[in-house]
Structure formats: C-alpha cells, structure tokens
C-alpha cells in the first residue's frame, strides 16, 4: 500500500545508545508500521528492541497471500510475538522494551502494543489526536490522557511490555481506515517529553536544539495513500 513514511528519532541523555527502533515492511494488500522503545534501565533493551522489530517485519513479509486480511493478520502477528518472546528469553534475560505496531489494510487498520509507545492522528490543523492507552502505573484505570500521565513522576513504571520477566499480554485495537489519514507512531519521549510547540517542530525538523527529556525522542510519521 502506497505511503509516505518519515522516521524522526534523536538520541537522550540517559544512556549512550540510542534505543529506540523502527521498522515497516510492505506487501500488495497490507503494511506493517513498527517503532520500539528499548528501557534505558536494563542491558540489551535497545538491541532487543531492534530484533523484535527485525523479526515482525521479516515474519510479516514471510506470511501467506490467504493471511492478508485483518482478522488472519492479528492472530499471525500475536503468534509471532508469542513465539519470539520465548525464543529471546535467553538472549535478553534482562532486557525490556515498550513496541507499538499499526497494519493498514485497503479497508482497515490496526495496532498490537504494550508498553508506553502511543498511537495518534494527525488532523488537518497539525494536532495529534493520541489514540492508544499507554500501559503504566498512573494509567491502571485507562482514564488519563497522555498530558496528564506525562506529568505524573511514576509513568515509567509499565504495567505492560516485552521481556523476558513478565508474561506477554499485547492489546490489540481496530481503527477506522481512511485516505490520507496521517498516523504517527510515537515513543514516550516524544509524547510525553515534549510540549506541543517543540512536537511540531520536531516533526518538521527532525531535531530540538535543547531537547528538555533525557529520553531518546523518536516518532514515525505514515501518511496512507488511496490504491489509484
């Protein structure tokens, strides 16, 4: 499916990788969006995150042409995390990430995530309209918006994510698909580190001179284009 994609990451302060990743992989009828967050808390997280990313996209292309539609696409992602959860147990016993990937179809759209990597639309006026619940302490209810839980100290604290030390239990939403509709794939410190002013100007730059978060700023602009 035709797109235009723009990955927009800059590295934090808290440690001297930058741990986030991105991946997108397309075939006739459908495209897999990814972007990770790698902890900066535990070893390995940002090498987890790009391998987890790397197996979904490779998993994806692997599939089956009778599998492409959403319903077969969710069960064969959810198998593919299930699958590669135990399979990286070994390799990243300590490592944890937050991911977040969005499927277009022709006529459907959906994200699997867990962690704190958020959803949003962009709308004609440049707003982000966030969609997805992120998963952390302050969040246990779902009832807060993303400016609230980015002003709550202990957002960090996930209830929801990829390791090797908690059971894997990804949520998986259906949006509605429309043409030219602008989606952005978002890490925390993206959402949750930045004003709105300093959002918008790093989209259109790909940077902030100052950045006011120690964490690693990274989002995934995807504007789907109509099959002409």
Known sequence: M?????WRTQAGRHTADNRDAFAHATRAD?????????????????ELAHTLLNDLAHGFGQLPTQALNAEQLVSALQLIITTRHQTLRSDFPLAACSYLLLCLLPNAAFSIHE????????????????????HCAPNWQRDLTPAQIARDSSRHRLTRCFSARRPS?????????????HWLLASDGFWAGLC??????????GHVPAPPTDDDIS?????????V
């Open 2 to 6: 035709p797109a235009t994609v723009n």
């Open 30 to 46: 459908a495209s897999l969006y990814l972007i990770a967050d790698g902890s900066s808390s535990h070893p390995l997280s940002g």
């Open 115 to 134: 962690g704190d990597c958020c959803l949003g639309v962009i709308d004609q006026d440049s707003e982000i309209n966030w969609l997805s619940a992120v």
């Open 169 to 181: 239990n990804p949520e998986i939403n259906v949006w509605p698909a429309r043409p030219n509709q």
């Open 196 to 205: 709105p002013r300093t959002q918008q100007l790093f989209l259109r730059d």
């Open 219 to 227: 989002c995934l602009s995807v504007i789907a284009h109509p099959i």
